[in-house]
C-alpha cells in the first residue's frame, strides 16, 4: 500500500464498534449497511470495492460502509461520529485519482451512491438540483431533452458523482467553455461535521449577501463535511458541434497552434486538448477510439485535438474548413495532417482518443500521476526531464518505468504527467517525489491542476501554497471540524507529521 498520513490522524479517532453499527441500524435500513462486524459479519471481499480506489493503489481497511438515502439520515450519522470521534470517509464514484476517497486505516466510509435523485430542473434558467449522488452521464442524459448540457465532462463521467465532482473541483474536458464549478454552481446542501444541515441550495445566479460559503466546500475534497445536494447552472446544448483531430510535427507547433485557433475560432473553441505521440499510441493500442491511419501519424511528435459548439452549423464549419486550409497552407505548415469527424459516431471516436487515454495507461501498467499546472511552453521539457531523471537512475526499463507520458488540457495549461511503470515501487516513488514537486513549483506551478490533494499530496501543499495561505487553511478546517473527523489524512496540514506508509 502506498499511502500518507498524518500521526495526529491515527491519535485521535476512534474506530466503529458493533455498538455503532446497533446505533446506525436505527437511523438506516439494514441493506444500507455493509459491515465485517458482527452482527453483519459480512466477508471483507464484499467491501473490497469501497476500500480500494481506481487505479488500485490506495489502500483502506474499513469495517463499516454506509449507504445513507436522504441528507437527514447522513446528518443523523455524522451528529453520531462527531460525538464518538470516528473518522469519516465521504465516498462518491470512488474514481478520484488522488487517494482521497478511501480510508488511510479502518475510517468509516459514507457512500453516496444511494443519493441519487433529481431534485428540480428549471427549463428556463437551466437551474439543476441534485443529490449529489446521482452519477454526472445520468445527469446530462436527464437533461439532454431539454436542450441542456452539464457544463463539465470528464472521462470518468459513467461513475463519477455531482457530489464527487463539487468535492474535488473537477475540472475536465468543457472547462475552456464553461469555466470552473466555482462559477456553475449555484448553491450546495452540506452535512457538516456535527451534523448541522447548511441548506445552501439557491438557484439564484446573482446573490451578494454575505461570505459565499458554498465556495468553501467545492474543492475541500470531503475534508469539511459531507455535500448532499447540487443545484448547478446548465448551459443550452449547443446547436452544432464539430471536432477534429491534428497531427503536428513537433511539440513547439503547440503553442502557435493554439494562439492562430483562437483567432480564427473565437467564440466557438470550446476544447483544445493535447496528446503526446505515447499517449496516442496507447490509446490506441488499449481500443480507446480511432484518430488517424498509420500513414497519417508518421512523422508526429503530438497530437491536437480540437471541438467547436456553436450555434450554426454552415457557419461553424466555414470557421474550421478556413482554419484548417490556413494551416495546410502556410510555407512552414503548423500541422502534417488532421481529420475532421463526418458523423457522430466518428465524433465520438475521437473524443474517445483524448478521454480514453487515463483507461489505456491502466490498462498498461500502474500510474503515477502528477496533474499540474506549468507553463504551457513547459510541457514537453518537464515530460523529457522527468524521462531523464528515471533513465539516469537506472529506472526506465520494462520492469520498472515503461513510458513517461503527457498529455491534457492546452487550454487550461494543465498538463497530466504519467509516469507508467511495472508496479507501484518505493523505489520508483522515491525517485519521483519531491523531484517532480521541486520541478513544477520551479515555474510556480501548481501540483494539483484538478484532481486534488487527496492522501498522495496534502503533505505537498508547500509546494504551491505560502505558509500563511495554509495557516488560513488550517483555521477554517479546524473552525469547521474542530475534532479532525472528516477525511483525515486528506487536506490535513500537518506536513511535518507526514509518516510515508509503504
Ligand atoms: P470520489 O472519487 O468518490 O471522491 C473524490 C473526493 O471527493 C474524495 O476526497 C471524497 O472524499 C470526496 N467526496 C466525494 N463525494 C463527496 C461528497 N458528496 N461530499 C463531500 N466529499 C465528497 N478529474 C478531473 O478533474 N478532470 C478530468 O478530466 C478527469 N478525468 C478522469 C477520467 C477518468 C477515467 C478517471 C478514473 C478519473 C478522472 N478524473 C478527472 C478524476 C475524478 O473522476 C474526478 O475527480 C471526479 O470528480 C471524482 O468524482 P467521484 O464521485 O468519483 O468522487
Ligand atoms: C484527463 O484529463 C483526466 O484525462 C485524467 O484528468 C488524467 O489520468 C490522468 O492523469
Ligand atoms: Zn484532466
Known amino acids: 500500500a502506498h499511502t500518507s498520513a498524518s500521526a495526529s490522524t491515527r491519535k485521535h479517532l476512534n474506530t466503529v464498534t458493533p455498538d455503532d453499527l446497533a446505533h446506525f441500524a436505527k437511523i438506516l435500513p439494514q441493506n444500507a449497511i455493509l459491515s465485517t462486524l458482527a452482527p453483519s459479519s459480512l466477508p471483507s471481499s464484499e467491501l473490497e470495492s469501497y476500500n480500494n480506489d ?7 481497511r474499513a469495517t463499516t460502509v454506509l449507504r445513507p438515502h436522504t441528507a437527514e439520515q447522513v446528518s443523523k450519522i455524522m451528529k453520531w461520529c462527531y460525538d464518538r470521534r470516528i473518522g469519516v470517509v465521504p465516498q462518491g464514484g470512488n474514481t478520484g485519482l488522488v487517494g482521497g476517497s478511501v480510508p488511510i486505516r479502518d475510517e468509516l466510509v459514507i457512500n453516496m451512491g444511494n443519493m441519487n435523485k433529481v431534485r428540480s430542473f428549471d427549463t428556463v434558467s437551466g437551474a439543476l438540483v441534485a443529490d449529489a449522488g446521482c452519477i454526472l452521464e445520468s445527469l446530462s442524459e436527464y437533461i439532454a431533452p431539454h436542450n441542456h448540457i452539464m457544463p463539465l465532462d ?3 463521467k459513467g461513475s463519477c458523482q455531482i457530489g ?4 474535488t473541483n473537477a475540472g475536465g474536458l468543457r472547462l475552456l467553455r464553461y469555466g470552473s464549478l ?8 452540506v452535512v457538516l461535521p456535527d451534523g448541522t444541515i447548511l441548506d445552501n441550495l439557491s438557484t439564484l445566479r446573482k446573490d451578494n449577501t454575505g461570505y459565499d460559503l458554498k465556495q468553501l466546500f467545492i474543492g475541500a475534497e470531503g475534508s469539511l463535511g459531507i455535500i448532499t445536494g447540487v443545484s448547478i447552472s446548465t448551459p443550452p446544448a449547443p446547436q452544432a458541434t464539430n471536432n477534429v483531430i491534428l497531427a503536428l510535427p513537433k511539440f513547439d507547433n503547440v503553442l502557435p497552434l493554439f494562439k492562430i485557433t483562437r483567432q480564427h475560432l473565437s467564440e466557438i473553441l470550446s476544447a483544445f486538448e493535447f496528446i503526446d505521440r505515447t499517449a496516442y499510441d496507447l490509446a490506441v493500442k488499449h481500443g480507446q477510439g480511432k484518430g488517424l491511419s498509420d500513414g497519417e501519424v508518421d512523422g508526429a511528435e503530438c497530437f491536437v485535438l480540437l471541438e467547436t459548439s456553436g450555434g450554426k452549423r454552415e457557419h461553424d464549419e466555414e470557421k474550421l474548413n478556413t482554419l484548417l486550409e490556413t494551416l495546410m497552407d502556410a510555407d512552414e505548415p503548423l500541422i502534417n495532417t488532421g481529420v475532421v469527424s463526418q458523423s457522430p459516431t466518428q465524433f465520438a471516436q475521437l473524443w474517445r482518443l483524448r478521454e480514453g487515454v487515463t483507461e489505456a ?6 500510474a503515477y500521476k502528477y496533474d499540474i499546472s506549468v507553463p504551457l511552453a513547459s510541457f514537453k521539457d518537464v515530460v523529457d526531464t522527468v524521462r531523464e531523471h528515471l533513465r539516469a537512475q537506472g529506472l526506465l526499463h520494462e520492469n520498472a518505468v515503461k513510458h513517461v507520458i503527457g498529455y491534457g488540457h492546452v487550454g487550461d495549461g494543465n498538463l497530466h504527467l504519467n509516469i507508467i511503470a511495472a508496479a507501484y515501487t518505493p523505489e520508483i516513488e522515491a525517485a519521483l517525489e519531491p523531484f517532480v514537486y521541486e520541478l513544477v513549483a520551479s515555474y510556480n506551478g501548481s501540483i494539483s491542476a484538478e484532481h486534488g490533494l487527496g492522501a498522495m499530496k496534502a503533505h505537498a501543499i508547500h509546494y504551491s501554497k505560502s505558509e500563511v495561505a495554509v495557516d488560513l487553511m488550517k483555521k477554517i478546517k479546524d473552525l469547521l471540524d474542530p475534532r479532525g473527523i472528516m477525511n483525515p489524512g486528506k487536506v490535513e496540514f500537518t506536513p511535518n507529521l507526514i509518516l510515508a506508509l509503504c
Open 54 to 60: 481506481w487505479m488500485g493503489k490506495y489502500h483502506g
Open 154 to 156: 470528464l472521462g470518468a
Open 164 to 167: 464527487g465532482n463539487v468535492a
Open 182 to 189: 466555482h462559477g456553475s454552481v449555484l448553491g450546495l446542501e
Open 361 to 366: 495507461v491502466s490498462k498498461e501498467g500502474k
